[in-house]
């Protein structure tokens, strides 16, 4: 890797960093695994930086990676028995502005998390959220209806609006 490409990365890589990782910890729940993820990552972009450095938002590719990797890893978790989960308490990061907020998250499915991270942590519009999930807008549209209701009743709160 030349200079010019190496100081390129790394300011991706810096100004990209913490926001993939946050959203990567809306979905898993966990800030170590988050990391750990986020990084891996990075480091898939590094390894095609060749290739990516071209594209006009290379950190959105490095955010799609990841998304997929914590899909795929709450995917695995969940897959362990029951009794192993409850025994863990619900995650709660201090930097949520509301922990009662992140243990309902917690409780959705993956595909769900992910779009209610993206949705409202990140502010993403449906059209690119699918594009991350590689989902329709449809169906995007449908996990965060569905993540709404559920978010309303773990929160004892009323649903309201519709995603356009």
Do not use: C
Request: aromatic share 8%; glycine share 4%; hydrophobic share 40%.
């Amino acid at each position: 890797m030349q200079r010019d490409e190496q100081r390129d990365y790394e300011w991706v890589y810096r100004n990209g960093f913490t926001s993939v990782a946050r959203t990567v910890f809306l979905i898993v729940g966990s800030r170590a695994v988050a990391e750990e993820i986020a990084q891996d990552a990075f480091l898939k972009l590094l390894q095609k930086w060749s290739s990516v450095s071209d594209y006009e938002r290379p950190e959105a590719w490095a955010r799609k990676v990841a998304v997929r990797m914590a899909v795929r890893y709450v995917g695995r978790e969940r897959s362990r028995p029951q009794r192993e989960r409850r025994a863990q308490p619900a995650p709660v990061d201090p930097t949520l502005p509301d922990p009662d907020v992140a243990r309902a998250v917690a409780t959705l499915a993956p595909m769900q998390r992910a779009a209610v991270a993206l949705y409202y942590w990140e502010d993403r519009p449906v059209l690119e959220i699918a594009r991350i999930l590689q989902v329709s807008e449809s169906t995007v549209k449908q996990h965060l209806h569905r993540a709404r209701a559920r978010l309303a009743q773990t929160l004892g709160e009323e649903v309201t609006g519709d995603v356009r």
